[in-house]
């Protein structure tokens, strides 16, 4: 079979599948998985086996038939009572996904959860970041939360973008904050330190408890006249030094936040395969195939 268009699909010839994954996108060994191995290879074959459980069950299942057991499509077309063109078509879906597993780093079990409730205060947007890096998929996500797909969408990408526009702030405040109060404030008068200021506010709706903490951190950054803040949030001076540094240490927290950005910008990268392929409901479940 040739290249073509099926259903709407592109249709790759089974046959370059597997070329298309070098050992570098952590696939290509699997071509030979049934012969004699080196050392890496059993590691990486290892595994592909250890995320096939991260998988959609019918991806998970193509992957093991075709790659592990030497399964021909049309086989797998058979026991599924599918089209040839369907089993490549997910085939493709399957590897594109396993390879983006593959690609993330190492992290231990609860961590990514932990760090998320370090930078964010809406539980819902901690459920999402964390449920779309340990299902790998949106309308998993929608379905365990009850939300629309668009709703995760949304959520996942403004915490994605408010998190990185807060690191970069953070090395700006950094350096404002090694100037005296006196300079900090000279330095906003003769400058137009309004975007800095806006984009604070914009970002800091979810990571801020509230409103009046956003403001007050503004307020000490820029100002940092203590007095002026216990009159207009009428709190003692103690409080207003104990909330302006309790957002300071947020703050800094961040300059640890990298990992995750990056996990999660990978995860923004393969949106269009995180989407689990539902099967048809007269479509055979196998999984997992013994």
């Given amino acids: 079979m040739h290249g073509g268009w099926w259903s709407g699909h592109k249709v790759v010839d089974p046959t370059e599948i597997e070329s298309r994954f070098s050992l570098e996108d952590g696939l290509g060994f699997l071509e030979f998985a049934n012969e004699e191995l080196d050392e890496e290879a059993v590691i990486q074959m290892e595994r592909v086996r250890g995320i096939l459980d991260m998988l959609p069950a019918c991806e998970a299942d193509f992957i093991d038939l075709y790659f592990f057991r030497q399964r021909k499509q049309t086989d797998i077309a058979e026991i599924f009572g599918v089209s040839q063109p369907t089993v490549c078509y997910r085939l493709q879906r399957a590897i594109a996904r396993a390879s ?4 993330l780093p190492a992290v231990e079990d609860g961590e990514i959860r932990d760090a998320m409730t370090k930078v964010l205060v809406d539980p819902l947007d901690i459920e999402v970041m964390v449920l779309m890096f340990e299902t790998t998929c949106q309308s998993e996500v929608a379905k365990r939360l009850r939300i629309s797909q668009g ?11 408010n998190m990185t526009t807060l690191l970069q702030l953070q090395a700006e405040m950094d350096v404002l904050m090694a100037m005296t109060a ?3 404030k000279a330095q906003f008068d003769a400058l137009d330190e309004t975007p800095w200021v806006e984009e604070v506010r914009r970002v800091g709706k979810g990571l801020f408890h509230t409103n009046d903490e956003v403001e007050m951190y503004i307020h000490m950054v820029v100002d940092g006249n203590v007095a002026e803040a216990t009159r207009r949030w009428g709190l003692s001076r103690r409080k207003v030094n104990q909330g302006f540094q309790a957002s300071k240490d947020r703050i ?5 936040i990298d990992k995750y950005i990056n996990i999660f910008r990978k995860v923004s990268e393969n949106l269009n395969i995180l989407r689990e392929v539902q099967r048809p409901s007269n479509e055979r479940v196998t999984h997992v195939i013994m």
């Avoid at 983006?100 to 690609?103: A, F, I």
């Avoid at 709703?151 to 973008?161: E, P, S």
């Avoid at 800094?252 to 640890?256: K, Q, T, V």
């Fill in 100 to 103: 983006y597993l593959l690609s």
């Fill in 151 to 161: 709703k995760v969408r949304h959520r996942f990408i403004r915490a994605l973008d």
């Fill in 252 to 256: 800094s927290w961040f300059e640890g």
């Fill in 182 to 184: 006196h300079e900090r």
